[in-house]
């Protein structure tokens, strides 16, 4: 099976940068887009970044500027550099990924989910 899993959550002070990858693993033929979603205690999930297999980004209005997404597809990883951290990003930070698994016609498609790393932005 396909599997997603985060890395470089922890603990930063208001200002510093952090680094998050998310590697997939298993049988996959291909990976269409990688993206990073956040949820903070008592609020809904949502949209951080996202990037297409062809390399376009997309990022929500208050990580532009800070955030920066991209992916080494050979490594089949995706990659979130965060700077300027502040408290409004502590978050459990989750990343999907919409995976083709084989070469079959018609293709299936396979929406996958990490378990998530936290991210908590203190002093």
């Known amino acids: 099976q396909v599997q997603l899993m985060e890395n470089g959550g922890g603990l930063v002070q208001p200002g510093g940068s952090l680094r998050l990858s998310c590697a997939a693993s298993g049988r996959i033929y291909s990976i269409h887009t990688m993206t990073w979603y956040r949820q903070a205690p008592g609020k809904q999930r949502d949209l951080v970044a996202a990037i297409t297999n062809d390399g376009s980004t997309n990022y929500a209005g208050s990580v532009k500027g800070r955030f920066t997404v991209s992916r080494d597809n050979a490594k089949n990883t995706v990659y979130l550099q965060m700077n300027n951290l502040n408290a409004d990003d502590t978050a459990v930070y989750y990343c999907?990924?919409?995976?083709?698994?084989?070469?079959?016609?018609?293709?299936?498609?396979?929406?996958?989910w990490g378990p998530g790393t936290l991210v908590t932005v203190s002093s």
């Open positions: 999907n990924a919409r995976v083709r698994v084989s070469s079959r016609w018609p293709p299936e498609y396979l929406e996958l």
